[in-house]
């Protein structure tokens, strides 16, 4: 169960804090949840892995990132179809993910947390392809020209 936690001011200006964090690396490269909240929950307020991953999980269902979407938008860098497709998949995925993992014990899930970010920083740093800088700037001149991004450039 939940344990319920004495809100003192350095409580708050801590949780601020990681809420901050976790927004401007979302905003920055569209992470913050899992990678920012749920470390910081545990370590810095002594949250169980389930109690800092159900906060977290909690935080993405209100409309949190919105100023950050509009601006993304504005730029023509959302595709409306594509989130509401992901939606779908993540309403599934986060039911089928939390029955999971409330199965397990925790630190089995803190495990696979931990092993799963270490996978996708190794990715990221050694096998990620460099894409051609001059293809991007064709697709930001063709989208400002136009107004809208051609998806099947991607």
């Keep these: ?11 708050i200006i801590i949780i ?4 901050l964090a976790a927004g401007v690396l979302s905003g920055l490269v569209g992470v913050g949840g899992g990678i920012i909240i749920v470390p910081a929950l545990i370590y810095f307020l002594g949250f169980s892995q389930m109690n800092a991953q159900g906060t977290s999980l909690a935080l993405i269902l ?6 950050g979407v509009i601006q993304y938008y504005k730029q023509g860098h959302v595709d409306i179809n594509v989130v509401l497709i992901l939606a779908i998949g993540f309403i599934a995925g986060s039911l089928i993910g939390s029955k999971i993992s409330l199965s397990l014990p925790q630190e089995t899930v803190k495990k696979i947390f931990a092993i799963l970010m270490i996978l996708i920083a190794i990715k990221m740093l ?9 293809a991007n700037l064709t697709e930001k001149t063709t989208t400002a020209m136009t107004g809208h991004n051609d998806y099947n450039k991607r």
Excluded at 1 to 11: A, G, L, N, S, V
Excluded at 62 to 67: D, M, N, S, W
Excluded at 126 to 134: I, V
């Design 16 to 19: 601020l804090l990681v809420g």
């Design 62 to 67: 209100l409309p949190v990132g919105i100023l």
């Design 126 to 134: 050694f096998f990620d392809k460099k894409k051609n800088p001059s």
């Design 1 to 11: 169960m939940t344990k319920k936690h004495t809100m003192d001011i350095q409580m």
